[in-house]
Each structure stands twice: as structure tokens, then as C-alpha cells.
């Protein structure tokens, strides 16, 4: 800084003498300039006045009467000394100190002889106006370098007879004054270049303390202290100031070096406990090495990042999807292509002329390739087959699937037009891995396979598979089958799911069904039927959860206090209504403040505004729950978090209203002047509110009616760091066959329900923390990179010999045939 210092101080020290000296001379010049035309004009009024009286004197011929004249006409030294001079350019008379030697050839008295015109000009010259031997006679003064040269001015002006020319009157002022105000201007203009250079220095220096030199030191002390794991990310940004743009991407790298460096430690500390939990890096290192040379290519209905124009601002959004967690580390270690639906209404405007974009917007580690949908395709495929035949088809709740043939058209079309999309972004590559997600997508594995046979597929179905006499009522189940039978590797997460698609092929197609291995080989294909149970991320170096207040530390230590007679212990706040008044971790009173809900036991479901989920239900359960106990009133609140979902869909609009009413119907029914039983929030939420509402949550309602595996009964187990927290979760979810020490029920059962409430409510805290502990350890080991990780290395070690001449022997059969 002190180098920088000197040479900022050196560089401004020139450059503003520089500026500052060239305006001054040119300020000097115009200045000489002004004085030069002032003097000139002066003289020559001056000699205008004299003429007259001058030709008339010169006519006379007396040499005496004309020195009179020129005496008395030049009365005051300042005035210009005079001398005339004949036709022939011999001086006849002169007054004045300073005058040209007699006979001196001046070239504007000359030239004044020769046209009769007035001539003039400056010159410098020696005072005593005697030229030196050898100098050049230029005008009526002699030029002496060597003596005291000082400035002249001289102007001839012809004396006429008539029109004839008789002679000429010389006119000579000291014009010298001019050089000295000339110099006076650079005396001035030096004293104040050197005001402004001081100044000027000072004001940087003082700038470069404030703007620059503090936020650099505290920016650096900031990377000093992050390198030695003692600031956190986030303070960045204040630490650079003004310095934003710069704060961005130093605040970018500080987080990947924090990512990798937090990594390193994980990895360390897993090797030496000898775990094989899976992290985002290791599998990211695992798929890297399974593939090899080839390439991963995802394909789903959803994208991972969506432009949104809200409010004259174009947002990019994630998402909240356990979707893009764990594939995103994939796709960004092999630098892969993600396949989907541009759903956002900004998304043409990000895409590169073949419909790309490269992701994540900051780091740009992979390719996005979006497909555009025609509105009646969305309408046809998306809201109609998917989510109104295959969704209630594939969930038991009781909701009608419909199935209309121009829907099916549609879905036929849009897997076409995926599969068409992939065969492109895969032409040219060697040995492509491709990852199909869910149900909107069945068809396009058969058509993926048959265009590349070199490819190894594999789809995930995300929802439940029903048994076959449910799935019988599609009437292009067969269809379906085929197009699933494509993948060499298909995904469930329950193994009842496994069982029931094996069944339901043995019935409806032509196809051989291995239930020993798992297998069905249908045309010369073989596909392996897996399960892989779904699950979110384990954040192993997530920073701390907040420090819990003193009382809670208390609990978790197991100093509980006995309940007052007749009221139920909640969170083993058992001493009656003060039981409820602590204040719990910081984020959580921030939230309950926020909630205006301060002092109450907090309740929570975070679901998708989904009929499967058993909202509706739940509410019924809570009712019931402060029908049934009546020291619940005013103690607990539940909030319901629902974000919008197929909203064009009637029965989704209708589940909408329903739920609505539910909700104003039990407000209605208990709220008081200072607390509302339920709290509804409609909307979609970060990852980060969602998991402040885990983590600030006493209990978690989890009440599917059916559901693959329910990622939020995961997730709120995953969140709860402080291993406090019961989870009340629905029988007919996946999550059920893994999370066994939740609170299990049936959501159809409103009594049972309500029961678990209570109980989990009133649950000591230790065998709050048993339970949530066992939860963990299970989520962690079966985290999403353990699922991706399986799925992959499956897919991956997919043998494809037999397989290509399997399928070019069908070709050639067909051929002939
Ligand atoms: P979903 O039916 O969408 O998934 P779920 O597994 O519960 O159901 O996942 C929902 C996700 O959305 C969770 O990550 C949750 O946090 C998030 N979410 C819900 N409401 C939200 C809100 N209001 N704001 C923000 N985020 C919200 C399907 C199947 C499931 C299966 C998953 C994954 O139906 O059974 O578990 O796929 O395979």
C-alpha cells in the first residue's frame, strides 16, 4: 500500500503540473496576445492624431520647426519616442531617449516608403539601439543577443503631399511591460499550480484512506480470517463497502474455497470414522468414474433454474426440488445436459440459438437445453394425461382418474418431442448415460432406445405403482409399459412398487418376468426393476443451529418439572400455562414474533396443495384435538404451508377451497381475542423459510393418504440439528417403511390422528431426542447421494453388448420379414 502510495502521489504530482503548466502558458499566450493588440491600437491612434500636424510641418522643409513639433507633440517619456524620416529613408528629425541610429534601414520603414501603407511590428532588441558589428539590422533597433534585449514596438506611418509620398513618421514603444505581465502570469499561475497540487494530493490521500485502503484492509481481514475458518461467508459484502461488483466475486469464491475446503474436512473426518456416507463431492467423483468417457443426459418435465418475470424484474428461480439436489453435483462434476420443460415465462429470452443455456448462472457447469410446449400440448400432456389419468390412476385417494384420448395424443407427441430434443444434444457422443425422471416421461425411454441402442437408460417413477387392477383402468397401459420397458434400468422407491409393475406386465404384455432377479426381457431387452428409495441432502457441514435458551438446555438435560393437575405436559413445559411462555432457539422466537404466535407450541405442515396429502384430513385430526382437549385452546397453533399446485386442474381448485373453508371453519369455531388455532400460508417458499419452520416446529404433521415417499417428513427430520421435534407421519407414505420411530398413523383415522398429536405434544424430551436421533442417523446414511449414486452405478454398469445385436438382429428380423 505505502509502494502504491508514493507512486499514486508521483503520477498526480506530474500529471497535474503537466495540465496545469500547459493551461498556464496558454493562458500567457492570450494574455500577451490581449496586450500586444491593445498596444498596437493605442499606438496607432496615437500616430493617426499626429500625421496631419507632422506632413504639414515635413511640407514646410524647416528640420528645426519640425524637432519643435515633434517635442511638443511628444510631451510624456511613456509616449512613443518619434522620428520622421524623407522619401529616401533618411532620418530628418526625432524626439525620444530611444531611437534607431541615424540612416538604419528599418523594413517597415521601407515598406511603409514602398506601398504608402501603415506597417508595424514587435521586436526584440538592445536598449541602446546601436546594432554590433556582424548583427543583422532588422528594423530601427539593433538586435543584440548578447545585451539586455527588451521588447519593441514600431509603426511606420507614410506623410503624404498630396497623393504623393514624402516620407514616413516612425513610431517606437517599449513594449516590454508585455514580457514582464507574461511573466508575472507564471509567477501567479506557479504559486497556484503548487495550492493545487497540495490540495489535490491531500484530498486523494484522505480518499485513498476512506475509499479504498479501509475496505481493502477490511476485506483482507476478512479473507485472513475466512482462510483461517474464523468469519462466515455472508459477512462479505459489508466487509468490501462500495466495492460490490469486486464483493460478489471474491464473496463466490470464498464460498466454493468454504465448499471445498468444508468438503475436505468431511471427507477427512468420514474416512476416519471409517463411514461411507455419501456427500455431493464423493458422488460426484463416483459417477465421474463410472462413466468414463460417456456423457450424462437428465431428462424431466421440470427445469432446475426458471426465468420469471415478477414486478418489471426477470428473477431466476430453483425450484424447491430434492430433484435438483442431487443431481445438480452430477451434472456439474461431468459437465452433463439437462433436458426439460422451459416453463418460465422469461425462459426464450436466456437460451442461445439451439435452446441452451449453461447453469448454474453463476458458476456455468452445465448445459440446460429447454423444450417449448405449445400451450394445448402443456394443457394435454401435463395437466391432463399426467396429473389427471396417470397422478389419481397411480395414488389410492380416492380421486377419479380421467383419461381422454386427446390428452393421450398429447402425451404421445410431448415424450416424441423430449426424446427428439435428447437424440439431438446426444448426437456425436460416445456411450450417453441417460436419466429420465417420473411419470410424465414414460414413453420416452422405448423411443430413445431404438434411435440409440448404444445408450443406457434408466428412469426413476417418483409416484407410487398401483397394483394391476388399478393400473388396468389406463387404457393405454400396455402402451406405457412398453415405452417403461425401454430403460434398461427402472426405478421405484418401495419395493411393493417393484412387485406391483412386475405383476402388472406379466398381465398385460408379451414379455418374460424374472421375479428371482428382478428382470422383465421383453423383445431382446432386458430391464432390471429396482428399488431406491428417494431422499434429501445431508448437509454434514451446515453451519450450527442456534444456541437454545437456558430452560430448554435444562430439558435437554433432563431436569423436567411436574405437570399441574390436569394439564397435559407439552414438550416438557409441563408446569401449566408458564410451560408455554419460554422463549425457544433465537430463529425460532424471530419466527413465532413474525407469526405473532409468541409462547405457543408451533405445529407445522408443509405440503404441496395436493389432494394426496391429506390436508383436509389433518385439519379434521386438529379439530378434533381441540374439541377433545380443551387445555390445547390457546397453547398451540398450527401452520399450514401450501404452495399452489396444478392450479387449472378442478379437483386441485376445488381441494383449494376446501381446505380454505376447513381452516376459517375451526378459526371460527376457537379463536379468541389473542390467538387464531390455524394459520394458513398459500404460497411457494425458499428452502432456507421452510427450513426455519422445521427447525422452530414442536411437531411435524406429515398425513399423506398415498405418496411415494414424502420428502418433507426427510426433511424436517434432516433440519432438526437440535434432535428435538416429533414427526406424525401418514402409514401410506414410502417415508413410513424407513422413519419408524415417527408417530405412524392412519390419516383416514381422525381419532388417531388427533392422538398422535396429543402424544407427541406431551412427549418427554429425551424420548423426543431417542426417536429424532435414530431418524437422522437413518436419513444421513440414506441420503440423495447414496440414491443417485445406486440408481447411477446400476445404469452404469449396464452391459450392452448382447444388447446392441440383440437389437440390430430384431432390426434386420423385421427387415426381412
Ligand atoms: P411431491 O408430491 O411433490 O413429490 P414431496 O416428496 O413431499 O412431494 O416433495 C415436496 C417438496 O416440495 C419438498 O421438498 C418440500 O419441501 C417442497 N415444498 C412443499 N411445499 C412447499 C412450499 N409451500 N414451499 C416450498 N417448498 C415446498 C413426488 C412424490 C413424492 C416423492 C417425491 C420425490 O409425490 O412421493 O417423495 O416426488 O420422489
Not at 507632422?54 to 522643409?61: A, K, S, W, Y
Not at 503548487?194 to 484530498?203: E, G, K, S, T, Y
Not at 449414486?789 to 426381412?816: F, G, M, P
Amino acid at each position: 500500500m505505502h509502494f502504491f502510495r508514493l507512486r499514486l502521489l508521483a503520477a498526480l504530482l506530474l500529471g497535474i503540473t503537466l495540465i496545469s503548466v500547459a493551461s498556464t502558458y496558454f493562458d500567457v499566450l492570450a494574455h500577451k496576445h490581449a496586450l500586444r493588440i491593445d498596444l498596437a491600437r493605442r499606438t496607432q491612434w496615437y500616430g493617426a492624431g499626429l500625421q496631419p500636424q507632422i506632413e504639414q510641418q515635413f511640407m514646410i522643409g524647416s528640420r528645426d520647426a519640425l524637432l519643435e513639433v515633434l517635442g511638443r507633440l511628444r510631451q510624456h517619456p511613456d509616449q512613443p519616442a518619434l522620428a520622421v524620416f524623407d522619401s529616401e529613408g533618411m532620418l530628418v528629425a526625432s524626439a525620444g531617449e530611444v531611437l534607431p541610429a541615424k540612416n538604419v534601414q528599418s523594413e517597415i520603414l521601407k515598406r511603409t516608403l514602398t506601398t504608402g501603407r501603415e506597417a508595424s511590428v514587435f521586436v526584440k532588441a538592445a536598449q541602446d539601439g546601436h546594432a554590433p558589428a556582424g548583427n543583422v539590422v532588422r528594423s530601427g533597433l539593433a538586435t543584440n543577443p548578447s545585451a539586455s534585449t527588451r521588447l519593441w514596438y514600431e509603426d511606420a506611418i507614410p506623410l503624404h503631399n498630396g497623393d504623393r509620398i514624402v516620407g514616413a513618421l516612425l513610431m517606437l514603444v517599449d513594449a516590454d511591460y508585455i514580457r514582464t505581465e507574461g511573466m508575472e502570469v507564471w509567477r501567479r499561475s506557479f504559486l497556484r499550480i503548487a495550492a493545487i497540487v497540495v490540495l489535490v494530493v491531500l484530498v486523494t490521500l484522505v480518499m485513498v484512506r476512506w475509499f479504498l485502503q479501509e475496505p481493502v484492509t477490511r476485506a483482507a481481514e476478512w479473507l485472513r480470517r475466512l482462510r483461517h475458518g474464523q468469519a462466515v461467508v455472508e459477512e462479505g459484502a459489508s466487509e468490501f463497502g462500495y466495492l460490490l461488483p469486486l464483493a460478489r466475486e471474491v464473496t463466490s469464491l470464498a464460498e466454493n474455497l468454504t465448499k471445498a475446503r468444508a468438503a475436505a474436512e468431511t471427507e477427512a473426518r468420514l474416512r476416519d470414522a471409517g463411514e461411507r456416507i455419501w456427500t455431493a463431492d464423493r458422488l460426484a467423483v463416483h459417477v465421474r468414474k463410472r462413466l468414463g468417457d460417456g456423457k450424462l443426459f437428465v431428462v424431466s418435465n421440470r427445469e432446475p433454474y426458471m426465468h420469471q418475470r415478477r414486478g418489471g424484474e426477470t428473477e431466476c428461480i430453483v425450484p424447491p426440488s430434492g430433484l435438483v439436489t442431487a443431481i445438480e453435483p452430477i451434472l456439474q462434476a461431468c459437465d452433463g445436459t439437462w433436458i426439460a420443460h422451459g416453463s418460465g415465462n422469461e425462459d426464450t429470452a436466456f437460451v442461445d440459438v439451439h435452446d441452451r443455456l449453461r447453469v448454474p448462472p453463476d458458476e456455468m457447469r452445465y448445459t440446460l437445453r429447454r423444450v417449448w410446449l405449445s400451450p394445448e400440448e402443456e394443457a394435454g400432456y401435463y395437466e391432463g394425461f399426467s396429473n389427471e389419468g396417470l397422478w389419481p390412476l397411480c395414488h389410492i385417494a380416492h380421486q377419479r382418474p380421467t383419461f381422454r384420448a386427446g390428452d393421450w395424443k398429447h402425451y404421445q407427441n410431448v415424450n416424441r418431442k423430449f426424446a427428439e430434443v435428447l437424440l439431438e444434444e446426444m448426437s456425436g457422443t460416445k456411450n450417453p448415460v441417460v436419466f429420465v425422471q417420473d411419470y410424465h416421461l414414460a414413453l420416452l425411454p422405448r423411443i430413445v432406445k431404438h434411435a440409440r441402442p448404444d445408450a443406457r437408460v434408466a428412469i426413476f417413477w417418483h409416484i407410487p405403482w398401483p397394483n394391476a387392477e388399478a393400473f388396468g383402468i389406463c387404457p393405454w397401459q400396455a402402451e406405457l409399459l412398453d415405452g417403461l420397458l425401454g430403460s434398461d434400468v427402472i426405478g421405484f422407491h418401495l419395493q411393493s412398487h417393484c412387485n406391483n409393475f412386475l405383476d402388472t406386465v406379466d398381465r398385460v404384455l408379451e414379455a418374460r418376468t424374472d421375479w428371482d432377479h428382478f428382470s422383465i426381457r421383453r423383445k431382446g431387452h432386458l430391464s432390471a426393476v429396482r428399488r431406491y428409495p428417494i431422499s434429501v441432502a445431508w448437509d454434514e457441514h451446515e453451519s450450527a443451529v442456534p444456541s437454545r435458551s437456558a430452560e430448554q438446555d435444562a430439558d435437554a438435560i433432563g431436569v423436567e418439572t411436574k405437570p399441574a393437575v390436569g394439564m397435559p405436559s407439552i414438550h416438557g413445559h409441563e408446569n401449566g400455562a408458564m410451560a408455554f411462555g419460554n422463549e425457544p432457539a433465537i430463529t425460532t422466537g424471530q419466527l413465532h414474533r413474525e407469526l405473532g404466535i409468541e409462547g405457543k407450541r408451533l405445529l407445522l405442515g408443509v405440503d404441496r396443495m395436493d389432494y394426496t396429502k391429506g390436508i383436509v384430513e389433518r385439519l379434521v385430526a386438529f379439530e378434533h384435538l381441540l374439541d377433545e382437549h380443551a387445555w390445547f385452546l390457546e397453547q398451540i397453533v398450527f401452520v399450514q404451508i401450501a404452495s399452489p399446485s396444478r392450479t387449472r386442474i378442478p379437483s386441485y381448485a376445488a381441494l383449494r377451497v376446501q381446505v380454505e373453508e376447513t381452516v376459517e371453519r375451526i378459526n371460527r369455531r376457537f379463536q379468541t381475542s389473542r390467538w387464531k388455532p390455524v394459520i394458513l400460508i398459500q404460497r411457494q417458499c425458499s428452502h432456507e423459510e421452510v427450513t426455519r419452520f422445521y427447525r422452530a416446529a414442536d411437531l411435524c404433521l406429515v398425513t399423506s393418504l398415498h405418496d411415494g415417499m414424502n420428502l418433507v417428513a426427510k426433511e424436517f427430520v434432516a433440519a432438526r440439528k437440535d434432535c428435538d421435534g416429533v414427526l406424525v407421519l401418514s402409514r401410506f407414505t414410502g417415508a413410513a417403511q424407513e422413519l419408524r420411530d415417527a408417530l405412524i398413523v392412519n390419516p383416514y383415522d381422525v381419532e388417531q390422528v388427533s392422538e398422535a398429536i396429543r402424544t407427541g405434544l406431551q412427549m418427554s424430551r429425551n424420548e423426543r431426542r431417542l426417536r429424532m436421533e435414530r431418524m437422522r442417523q437413518h436419513v444421513k446414511e440414506h441420503n440423495v447421494y447414496r440414491w443417485a449414486s445406486n440408481v447411477l452405478t446400476d445404469v452404469c454398469a449396464v452391459r450392452l453388448e448382447d444388447e446392441i445385436l440383440a437389437v440390430a438382429l430384431n432390426r434386420s428380423q423385421r427387415k426381412l420379414a
